[in-house]
RNA sequence: GCCUUCGUGGCGGAAUGGUAGACGCGCUGGACUCAAAAUCCAGUGAUAGCGAUAUCGUGUCGGUUCGAGUCCGACCGGAGGCACCA
């Protein structure tokens, strides 16, 4: 169809900004609503149909709760520090803050060309001085509050990005960036007390509306797991080993002791071990095992047993060996275990090849083929015999309790995050090291500590940032002795700006504070908060461990950030693969707005299938609804002077209302676009219709597709802009059909199907099912052994 | 291995335990046209039949129910997450 769908949507998109017709106010006394998008990184690639999805999604998501009378935040900005610009300055030798700047320009402009209503008087980067002023700023806070720390730390290192990375972007032992399999690396490294919010993070979530996959995939990153920690004394020696165990139960099973190969005792008794030479090989092999090598579970267990050190079992006295393995974590527990090769299949199989004994304490299973792993009756172990494994375990730490040989303990999964990056694009740390007087702050009137430009961007080789070489930039004074200083040369990691940017969102233009209090009150939580699963463990939890921290600190309202988080499916390419360049089926935004128009794509993406699950890109689908809004253009043709509905039309129009209203804030999108072309197929089987009848099409189809409904209200002068208007309410009274039309079964097979009045009488009913010729077929001649009539729904009869 | 999910036409997908396949794509036939595109009309799960209709049909096998895509159990397959966490 001819007309000039462009011009349309410049128009209209031109007009919303001269208006502000999405600003939010921070005064107001409507009801908030707060929809949050993930900010995007805008990258060079531009703008992926993937955006389209989820920010249209939202987007007519607040268009439909404005027009309900809500004062709503849809706000939009940039995540920018991170890899992608950084590889791009290192590549051509640019300082990456220009090459951002033309990115997000050139991402803005798409966004804006899909007539998004997001309140871009609240744009910002998180690269903007004057926002990472505020990221520095918080840093300090937890530094005061002495959850931000210094610490020389076996950390997880990329070889080949040359910097340390946090547990959550090392997760499976890669590195999140590169894929490159990860080592572990002994560094001087900023870190952040995120351990101490284990159980706030856990507790949290009940105040939470998350999907149950996604509190789930947090409650097992923090990996709570309750047991007891055991002192075994070391046999000649004024030491003990402690060990955490969730079986303390299966203690008198312990045939031997494992230490990870980096447990301290090692050094320290050093001079005790007569092996020394092989343990020390073994050490130094670890060390060079990458993450994935280490945990790779399929490969055989090795060890060396310590000679010369002996453990004594707390509970009968007996002497047993410690051996040293990788198996063993040192960052989880106590860097050792006890072992019990009966009832755990690690030790079991460790056992087997080292050929250490195997005492069974459980009743059950067959030790001499696997560790039996199930429940059942204590053997073996004096006064727990008989008793079953919640009672001995009680049993057990009370032993212990009462012994001084050990307690109830708490262990996380979880670790204090790793703040530290040796990289150059990232938020400088506002701390400054003093040969006198130690580390200090950077004195708030000094924030924002700037990103200088350096002479290369590439990381170093001995794993300094960059910034290390950037002497008239290191080199500063002492805050507190005035004398030569040096400045932390380590960055924050890209996640910190991400991690409270929603609040900035409230009042992003606050000078005194990351924004005002009343704001914050104001707006308190997201309501609505949309990102990829991806994020679910990582981005989610910084966040809110981030914001309770700032709760807790008094700086901000509410405790949690975000009531609800939904996830987005992904778009896939027409070939059912992910989109990606060496596939060659990455589909461009831009050219399809170029094409069929913003509106078609935005309801296409709509359409396309069940919002949360993925769903594969097809261009005659995005044709199909170029085609459903070319139709409701041609409606135009048809209108007639009538007042009002169209009488036959005011049922499935108020069903619509109802539908599309539902669908939308349920985010059940793609029934929403279906439920708007079978009211226009029902329009088009008509010969005319009234302006009424067109409006309130217009109307509902304006969250998803706002320039050509806008455009077609006003040509046809139907009534006020739809960004002007009250959203629609249906009439309860309309949307009662008068009859039905219902299924008839004998014995659950269909054998006809009868029109009933509302709410018939169910004699009634039955004589006209049993009327039908064809029902008369199956139940003539036959007992009726009953017949069912569920009002407005079917009938159902029981022959024999 | 554990957890979470999903299995419906040629395709994307609809279905508060109540007439499976809405809506869209594609395809077939027709109208309009010199022709094409666009548009409009009709048809479109499989099999049999001119047809009314019948049988089968929501991954497989069972179960509950007057009635199961939907609930329960076992299994098969795909996707995602976790995984030597003591």
Redesign the pocket.
């Known amino acids: 169809?001819n007309y000039d769908f462009s011009a349309i949507e410049k128009k209209w998109q031109k007009h919303w900004d001269e208006i502000n017709a999405f600003k939010a106010e921070n005064k107001s006394d409507k009801e908030k609503y707060y929809v949050l998008v993930e900010f995007p990184y805008p990258s060079g690639a531009g703008l992926h149909v993937g955006h389209v999805r989820s920010y249209t999604a939202l987007d007519s998501l607040a268009r439909i709760k404005r027009a309900q009378g809500y004062n709503v935040l849809f706000p939009m900005g940039w995540d920018a520090f991170g890899a992608p610009a950084e590889q791009y300055a290192i590549k051509n030798h640019v300082y990456p803050a220009n090459m951002v700047k033309e990115c997000i320009k050139t991402f803005k402009n798409q966004i804006k060309d899909l007539g998004l209503s997001f309140d871009w008087s609240r744009e910002f980067a998180t690269t903007d001085p004057e926002y990472y002023k505020w990221t520095q700023w918080q840093f300090l806070e937890f530094y005061k509050a002495g959850l931000a720390y210094k610490d020389l730390k076996e950390i997880n290192w990329c070889p080949k990005c040359k910097t340390g990375l946090s547990n959550e972007d090392a997760?499976?032992g890669v590195c999140e960036r590169c894929g490159t399999p990860t080592t572990k690396k002994l560094k001087n490294q900023w870190m952040l007390k995120m351990s101490a919010y284990a159980d706030s993070l856990i507790e949290g979530l009940k105040d939470t509306e998350f999907l149950?996959?996604i509190k789930?995939?947090q409650i097992?990153?923090i990996?709570k797991?309750i047991?007891a920690e055991v002192d075994f004394s070391l046999k000649g020696l004024d030491e003990k080993l402690s060990?955490?165990?969730?079986?303390c139960d299966t203690l008198f099973g312990v045939t031997f002791m494992v230490m990870?190969p980096e447990h301290k005792l090692l050094e320290k008794y050093k001079s005790h071990i007569k092996n020394i030479e092989e343990v020390e090989k073994y050490q130094e092999e670890a060390k060079h095992k990458s993450e994935i090598e280490?945990?790779?579970?399929t490969?055989e267990?090795t060890g060396v047993k310590i000679d010369g050190i002996k453990a004594i079992n707390p509970v009968n006295g007996k002497e047993i060996e410690i051996w040293i393995s990788?198996?063993?974590?040192a960052n989880?527990?106590?860097?050792a275990?006890?072992a019990v090769p009966a009832h755990?299949e690690?030790d079991y199989?460790f056992a087997k090849k080292f050929g250490i004994d195997i005492v069974p304490v459980i009743e059950g299973g067959d030790i001499s083929k696997e560790a039996y792993v199930g429940d059942g009756i204590h053997i073996n172990s004096e006064f727990l015999d008989g008793l079953g494994k919640e009672d001995a375990i009680n049993k057990m730490i009370e032993f212990l309790e009462k012994n001084k040989i050990g307690k109830k303990t708490v262990?996380y999964?979880l670790q204090d995050w790793i703040f530290s990056r040796q990289r150059f694009w990232g938020e400088p740390i506002p701390m400054v090291y003093c040969e006198k007087c130690g580390w200090q702050m950077v004195p708030y009137e000094e924030l924002p500590v700037i990103l200088p430009d350096v002479p290369s961007y590439e990381p170093t080789d001995n794993g300094e940032s960059p910034l290390s070489k950037v002497d008239e930039w290191v080199n500063t004074t002492c805050p507190c002795c005035g004398g030569k200083a040096k400045r932390e040369t380590d960055t924050m990691p890209n996640w910190a700006g991400s991690s409270w940017y929603w609040i900035r969102y409230m009042d992003p233009h606050c000078e005194t504070g990351i924004a005002d209090m009343d704001a914050m009150k104001y707006w308190g939580q997201v309501d609505l908060y949309n990102g990829g699963?991806?994020h679910a463990?990582r981005h989610l939890l910084y966040a809110r461990f981030w914001n309770q921290f700032l709760y807790d600190r008094g700086i901000v309202p509410v405790r949690e950030p975000f009531k609800k988080r939904v996830a987005h499916g992904m778009i896939l390419g027409e070939n059912n693969e992910k989109m990606s360049k060496s596939k060659g089926n990455v589909v461009n935004p831009d050219d399809m707005v170029k094409t069929y128009g913003a509106d078609a794509l935005r309801t296409y993406e709509m359409?396309?299938?069940?919002y949360t699950?993925?769903?594969?890109w097809?261009e005659?689908?995005l044709?199909?609804?170029k085609?459903?809004l070319?139709?409701i253009y041609r409606l135009e043709t048809k209108l007639n002077n009538e007042e009002g509905y169209s009488k036959d039309l005011e049922s499935d129009i108020n069903k619509t209302i109802k539908k599309v209203t539902d669908d939308i804030l349920t985010m059940?999108y793609?029934?929403a676009?279906?439920s708007l072309?079978?009211l226009l197929?029902k329009y088009?089987?008509k010969d005319s219709i009234t302006k009424k009848d067109y409006r309130i099409i217009l109307q509902l189809l304006n969250p998803i597709a706002p320039h050509i409904t806008e455009e077609l209200n006003e040509v046809n002068k139907l009534g006020p802009e739809f960004t002007k208007s009250a959203w629609p309410e249906y009439d309860e009274s309309k949307i009662i059909d008068e009859s039905?039309?219902?299924?008839v079964?004998v014995?659950?097979?269909?054998?006809a199907?009868i029109t009933v009045l509302k709410d018939e009488d169910e004699e009634s009913v039955k004589e006209k099912a049993f009327k039908e010729e064809?029902v008369k077929?199956y139940t003539d001649g036959k007992d009726i052994v009953?017949t069912?009539v569920?009002p407005n729904?079917?009938v159902?009869i029981?022959v024999k």
């Open positions: 169809m997760a499976g149950d996959k789930t995939a097992n990153w990996g797991s047991g060990v955490f165990t969730t079986r990870s280490r945990t790779d579970m490969k267990k990788d198996y063993v974590l989880y527990g106590t860097g275990i006890m755990d690690r199989e262990n999964k699963m991806e463990t359409f396309i299938g069940d699950k993925d769903a594969s097809s005659n689908g044709k199909g609804c085609k459903f070319d139709r059940n793609n029934t676009v279906s072309m079978i197929n088009d089987k039905y039309e219902i299924g079964q014995n659950g097979k269909l054998r199907s064809n077929k009953k069912i569920i729904k079917i159902s029981v």
